[in-house]
């Protein structure tokens, strides 16, 4: 058998299979690394890494067994389903099952208070959001043009837009003197530099709800942004995935709202929205994104493209069904928003016990959590040190907001919904004890100047002390964060 070295085989490899271009070296998915690798487990490795990172909501499955267990013929996988599985399993048109596409142009429009309606014919599947970006990428912009995103943006754009499409992301700059609110002014900017630079901007993206912020875009700033990019002639592409989880106010409103209304000059050929049901449902895994355009151009491309990342049509035709049972829709909806506003009040009231800060916001699945209290300098380098005491020893996988292109360093991206109460409860014990542990030890510090190996000797007697209320969950049998700040 003859064998072939790893560098000869990247030799036999294209230019973009070898490049970097996924960003799989990223802080973002480091810290999916280090929990695959040490898993919390309450009772198998209850010292394991917390899963933190992930973006999921787990919370409102109660709703979604209730349904498959009274309704077993919507699976063809069940003796219920079985004579409706030749129809289904048999080739099906790129355009998806009718009575998908019907579901899911309702569903919109319920997320969305049915202020706006969606037509079905315009509903374009996609293998999730992810598959959704590339799509709309691939359509809009050729190789080395450029899509305007304020910053901090998801990491995943890095790869959705760029990866294979050769598309560029040139930065806005957001800042926390103003909660990361997008202005004109910012807008402006960056468009202008990049022009500079000779970088030609088709279009904008924005996340409303924001990943990471948790915020959303109020009427205003979407007019604003409408604005802009007619007076620009480029694109407006809105991710609107985690539309269905707004908690609290202010409420989430939809750019196909804002397009609806008279006074708002808007060519609509300009406007796109992605969606998914990977966060207002949980269903990540079934891999159904949703293009919808208002362009006839990008949707007839985009049913095209499709494709190569076709939603199965089992997974159509059982969210076909559940998505057009309205009593279901209305109580998930509902229920959804309960639990999410329950969580994050719970989360919260944790961090605030220790002085823990984050940005306000009414939406997601996660908190943009503010520890720059906690650097010993406003630097990268001191965030990233943070981050590797984080992971490592308090055991929680936070991401680090330069993993976002946060231009200010300290903030943290910490996702709340996508475990169970008690592991949450363990979550914020661990946070407690860390922050609390970190204040004692920097205290001592600074009231006695004592030389390293007393202040070493005195780390080591608070900790023991400190063990004695710990959890027996939490990880730290010394405290770390002096390591990080020192």
């Known amino acids: 058998m003859v064998q072939v070295s790893t560098n000869n085989a990247n030799k036999l490899l294209s230019k973009l299979a070898k490049g970097n271009g996924h960003g799989e070296d990223s802080p973002y998915f480091d810290g999916w690394k280090a929990y695959d690798t040490d898993p919390f487990h309450p009772i198998i490795n209850p010292r394991g890494v917390i899963q933190m990172g992930l973006a999921e909501n787990q919370l409102s499955f109660e709703f979604v067994e209730k349904w498959m267990i009274n309704n077993p013929q919507a699976s063809i996988c069940t003796v219920e389903g079985v004579y409706d599985f030749k129809d ?25 208070g049915n202020r706006v309606k969606f037509d079905p014919d315009r509903v374009v599947m996609s293998g999730g959001a992810t598959g959704a970006h590339e799509t709309v990428a691939f359509c809009l912009a050729d190789p080395g043009e450029a899509f305007l995103v304020p910053v901090p943006y998801y990491p995943g754009f890095d790869r959705d837009l760029r990866w294979r499409t050769g ?16 202005t004109r002014e910012a807008l402006e900017t960056a468009y202008e530099e990049a022009e500079k630079s000779n970088i030609k901007i088709k279009g904008l993206l924005i996340t409303n709800p924001s990943n990471p912020l948790g915020t959303v875009y109020d009427r ?71 293009i919808y355009s208002y362009n006839d151009a990008v949707v007839t491309c985009a049913r095209k493209m499709s494709s190569f990342g076709l939603v199965s049509s089992h997974t159509q035709y059982l969210i076909a069904s559940m998505l057009s049972d309205d009593a279901f829709v209305d109580s998930f909806l509902a229920g959804s928003v309960e639990k999410l506003a329950l969580r994050h009040r719970n989360f919260t009231k944790g961090l605030a016990q220790v002085g823990i800060g984050y940005l306000k916001g009414s939406g997601g699945l996660f908190l943009w959590m503010d520890l720059r209290h906690l650097l010993k300098e406003k630097t990268l380098e001191a965030e990233m040190a943070l981050w590797r005491v984080i992971i490592n020893e ?33 979550a914020i014990t661990r946070i407690r004890n860390f922050v609390l542990q970190n204040k004692e030890l920097t205290t001592k510090v600074k009231k006695q100047k004592f030389c390293w190996r007393q202040s070493s000797l005195e780390l080591r007697l608070s900790s023991r002390r400190l063990e004695d209320i710990m959890s027996p969950h939490s990880p730290l049998p010394q405290s770390p964060m002096l390591r990080a700040t020192t």
């Open 88 to 112: 289904i399993a048999i080739f099906q048109d790129y355009h998806g099952l009718p009575e998908f596409r019907n579901a899911v142009a309702n569903f919109m429009g319920k997320v969305r």
């Open 167 to 182: 598309v560029e992301i040139v930065p806005v700059i957001c800042e926390s003197s103003n909660n990361f609110k997008l």
């Open 220 to 290: 205003q700033t979407l007019e604003m942004a409408v604005r802009f990019i007619n007076e620009k002639n480029i694109h407006l592409v809105c991710d609107e995935i985690y539309a269905a989880t707004v908690f609290a106010e202010p409420g989430f409103i939809s750019i196909s709202e804002v397009i609806d209304n008279d006074f708002i000059e808007c060519d609509r050929n300009l406007i796109h929205v992605v969606y998914s049901l990977s966060k207002d449902m949980g269903f990540p895994g079934f891999r159904v994104g949703i």
């Open 394 to 426: 308090v055991k929680l996988n936070v991401s680090p907001g330069s993993s976002f292109h946060c231009s200010e360093p300290g903030w943290f991206r910490v996702c709340f919904a996508n475990m169970d109460d008690n592991t949450m409860d363990i």
